[in-house]
C-alpha cells in the first residue's frame, strides 16, 4: 500500500510522506472566484485551470509490484 498527501508541510517531510506540491493559495483564489461569480458566464474562470506542481517522492509510495 502506498500513500501520498497534498501541501508539502514540514511533518510530512518529518514522517517522509509522498506529496503533490500545489500552491494552494492559487487553488483557493481560483475557488473563490468561481464562487463569487455566481453563474455569470463573463466572470467565471476557465473550466479546466492547470497550476505548476511536483511530485516528492518519499518513503510513504513504492512502484507498484508487476
Known amino acids: 500500500m502506498s500513500i501520498a498527501g497534498i501541501d508539502d508541510t514540514r511533518p510530512a517531510r518529518f514522517v517522509e510522506l509522498t506529496t503533490a506540491n500545489v500552491p494552494l493559495y492559487g487553488?483557493?483564489?481560483?475557488?473563490?472566484?468561481?464562487?463569487l461569480a455566481g453563474r455569470s458566464e463573463e466572470d467565471a474562470p476557465p473550466a479546466?485551470?492547470?497550476?505548476?506542481?511536483?511530485?516528492?517522492?518519499r518513503g510513504s509510495t513504492a512502484r507498484r509490484a508487476r
Not at 487553488?27 to 464562487?35: E, K
Not at 479546466?48 to 517522492?57: A, E, K, T
Open 27 to 35: 487553488l483557493g483564489a481560483v475557488a473563490a472566484r468561481a464562487i
Open 48 to 57: 479546466n485551470v492547470v497550476f505548476p506542481h511536483r511530485l516528492i517522492r
